[in-house]
């Protein structure tokens, strides 16, 4: 490579936080359909998918962080119905994951005892960790439901246009 290639050389664009969550997000996504269904993937799968999916919960999170500090600090203020049960609703979503999450470590079937932990599993936990998970599948999906507009618009603009780009590019 020539002193003029690199001087000429095109720069990478940078993802913007827009692109970043999409990506994030399409993972979280397929994650939760993988853990959501346990009869299709298996105990196993099931369970070593959750402990995977916690990686895009947190950087979702994350990346959501500035919205969740500032309705925090505004929520006994004046805001819009929608925002304040939007707010309402991701608290209940955090809460119902956690709760899973939890339940789901205590009644592990397959990943603590490859682990070798084994642990006694209790009807309580069980019950409880199927009231948490199906109640989680209800509420995420009015959580998508409110969010579609914005799913739908930055999956098009940066899943399936990237896609369809670089298809054209390799023919």
Do not use: C
Request: net charge positive; glycine share 4%; charged share 15%.
């Amino acid at each position: 490579m020539t002193e003029q290639d690199v001087l000429h050389k095109p720069k990478k664009k940078r993802m913007s936080n827009t692109q970043v969550r999409v990506w994030i997000d399409l993972a979280f996504f397929i994650g939760m359909v993988l853990v959501l269904a346990p009869q299709a993937t298996g105990i196993p799968i099931h369970e070593w998918a959750s402990f995977l999916i916690i990686i895009p919960f947190f950087l979702h999170l994350i990346l959501d962080w500035k919205w969740i500090v500032s309705i925090t600090q505004r929520i006994l203020k004046k805001l819009p119905g929608e925002t304040r049960f939007n707010y309402v609703l991701d608290w209940l979503l955090f809460f119902l994951f956690v709760v899973a999450m939890f339940t789901g470590v205590v009644i592990s079937e397959a990943a603590l005892p490859a682990l070798g932990i084994h642990m006694v599993i209790d009807p309580f936990w069980s019950a409880l960790h199927d009231i948490s998970a199906n109640l989680l599948m209800i509420v995420l999906g009015v959580h998508l439901a409110m969010h579609w507009k914005w799913i739908v618009f930055n999956f098009k603009k940066y899943v399936l246009r990237r896609s369809g780009t670089q298809a054209q590019a390799g023919d």
